[in-house]
């Protein structure tokens, strides 16, 4: 039509499985089809279309759909975290076929992260479909240098935070990656001046105090780039836990100077007042 669209992206886009179903049925080469401009395949498409029927009809038919990349190097994954499409992004990380998952496990860049991952998961996760190949389809990043939950973090659901967190990714070397312009986790919630994002991100802090103190390629923390109301929450976190012996103070060298800083500045009474109170 006028906008680019097939009967078949229409078909997908208006939720007509039976429809979609029939063009394949006349051409089943039509699976791996991809819009022209974008390089979207039809998995992509109905992801971003939040058809959920469809997501799961496609994955089945075609599961090596998973891996495919769009113009801007998003899989699947990355496509349905940025539109934060909860539903979609819980069907594929748990219903990968075990012959994609083996592929997948050759093909990771990173075999030590991803065999922590998945044996984490194994022996922690009582969902006997997780196989292990959704690893490194979360730790494969796109043309920006973000994985999964960069782009989860990016478009500031913290509900699609909290479920790729919650599949057993809790591991320092994930939690710190950084895209390509040096932006973990913490500064891309930052920089979004996203508040709930950082609040739900900080309390994994336990896992890494490292986690705290990686800088962009500003040379910046992620603390710098919030706004003082949040930057005085997360100084009383930190020494909330550091008082709980959950966080080793000494592995917080960037923001002790930090803390000491503020707590001499005799011009900033409310946090003064704050953090000598804890």
């Known amino acids: 039509n006028n906008i680019g669209h097939t009967p078949m992206i229409s078909a997908i886009i208006h939720g007509n499985i039976n429809a979609l179903k029939f063009f394949i049925e006349q051409d089943s080469a039509s699976l ?11 998995l992509h498409i109905a992801i971003e279309s939040n058809q ?8 089945a038919a075609n599961p090596k759909l998973i891996q495919a990349k769009d113009k801007d190097g998003n899989n699947a994954l990355h496509c349905a975290s940025i539109n934060g499409n909860i539903d979609a992004l819980n069907a594929l990380l748990y219903h990968i076929p075990p012959e994609i998952s083996r592929e997948l496990h050759y093909k990771s860049k990173s075999e030590a ?3 922590k991952l998945s044996k984490s ?6 969902q006997s479909e997780w196989n292990g190949g959704n690893s490194s389809l979360i730790l494969e990043k796109n043309q920006d240098g973000m994985n999964v939950l960069h782009c989860a973090v990016k478009s500031g659901n913290v509900a699609t ?5 919650s599949h057993n990714f809790r591991h320092a070397e994930f939690m710190n990656e950084k895209d390509n312009n040096g932006n973990t986790l913490l500064h891309l919630a930052a920089k979004n001046q996203d508040p709930s994002a950082f609040k739900y991100l900080i309390k994994f802090m336990d896992y890494s105090a490292k986690f705290l103190e990686e800088i962009d390629n500003q040379g910046n923390l992620s603390f710098y780039y919030l706004s003082k109301e949040v930057q005085i929450n997360v100084i009383t976190a930190i020494k ?5 012996g959950k966080v080793d103070q000494k592995e917080l060298s960037q923001y002790a100077d930090l803390l000491r800083k ?4 005799k011009q900033d009474q409310e946090v003064n007042s704050l953090v000598s109170n804890i």
């Open 32 to 42: 791996g089809y991809c819009s022209l401009n974008e390089n979207k395949t039809l």
């Open 240 to 244: 909330l836990k550091i008082l709980a």
């Open 113 to 115: 992260l991803f065999y």
């Open 262 to 265: 503020i707590q001499s500045d």
């Open 161 to 165: 935070i909290d479920l790729i967190i």
């Open 52 to 59: 959920i029927a469809i997501v799961k009809f496609l994955f």
């Open 121 to 126: 998961a194994l022996s922690q996760n009582s």
